[in-house]
């Protein structure tokens, strides 16, 4: 079974020449139209016959989302162990100022998760403490 087209324009097989951002030329009138609502303006070619497409991206609900979970499910009080080398002096330095504890018996630093991703050290995490 062959799915056909659907009737009237065949804006499906134009391709998108043009994409423009608010406020560059050949927005303008759909700025006015649509003002803070228009996202971009796309012109689209039909390649067999040969027509010219406009259209407009425009926001028409938003609406707050509940705080994201972050990766893996891990809260952002979770307490971390990060892997910081014993040459790593500066890194060792910036993770003690931002309050990390040093575990003599895994040879880990222990800091809560937030901390570590603020600090940009996703990569250093080596296990999560429950």
Avoid: N
Avoid at 102 to 128: E, F, M, N, S
């Amino acid at each position: 079974m062959t799915s056909e087209p659907p009737p009237g324009r065949p804006i499906h097989l134009a391709r998108v020449s043009k994409k423009l951002a608010p406020g560059q030329p050949g927005t303008k009138r759909y700025l006015r139209q649509f003002a803070d609502a228009l996202v971009c303006v796309r012109y689209r070619l039909h390649p067999e016959t040969a027509m010219r497409y406009t259209t407009v991206e425009i926001i028409v609900d938003e609406r707050h989302l509940p705080a994201l979970p972050t990766p893996g499910g891990t809260a952002d009080d979770t307490t971390v162990a990060l892997t910081v080398a014993y040459g790593e002096t500066e890194l060792r330095q910036r993770v003690k100022q931002a309050g990390a504890k040093w575990d003599q018996d895994r040879k880990v630093w222990l800091l809560p998760y937030a901390t570590a991703r603020q600090l940009g050290l996703h990569g250093r995490i080596r296990k999560i403490r429950k």
